[in-house]
Nanobody
Framework: QLKFVESGGGLVRPGGSLRLSCSGD????????IGWFRQVPGKEREGVSCLSRGGEVTKYEDPVKGRFTMSRDNAKNTVYLQMNSLKAEDTASYYC?????????????????????WGQGTQVTVSS
């Protein structure tokens, strides 16, 4: 089946950094626009960032602007989320999803139905 495999999560102190990886299994990541999402138990999943299929646009939701950076390495068939200056409120399970749309939606959270491929998630815990 077509899916993503996320990795790179772990336990980090506030102010620390992590880099999450999202690798395509059975398809090429450059064929899709890729989004990162996160979810805390008991709460709804929310959008984090999105990289358009053509790579010309990278979108970040307000809570992570200036701290997170998304990139794609086509040779490795992997999308990355570099997370710096991590805060306790960043603690969540992080998921990547793919949409065949050539553009990232204005609202990632409200457009999750368009992301048809998902990974199993990787846990990020920010705690002192």
């Amino acid at each position: 089946q077509l899916k993503f495999v996320e990795s790179g999560g772990g336990l980090v102190r506030p102010g620390g950094s992590l880099r999450l990886s999202c690798s395509g299994d059975g398809f090429s990541v450059d064929s899709f626009s890729i989004g990162w999402f996160r979810q805390v138990p008991g709460k709804e999943r929310e959008g984090v960032s999105c990289l358009s299929r053509g790579g010309e646009v990278t979108k970040y939701e307000d809570p992570v602007k200036g701290r997170f950076t998304m990139s794609r390495d086509n040779a490795k068939n992997t999308v990355y989320l570099q997370m710096n200056s991590l805060k306790a409120e960043d603690t969540a399970s992080y998921y990547c999803g793919a949409t065949s749309s050539g553009h990232c939606p204005v609202s990632l959270t409200k457009s999750m139905m368009y992301f048809g491929y998902w990974g199993q998630g990787t846990q990020v815990t920010v705690s002192s």
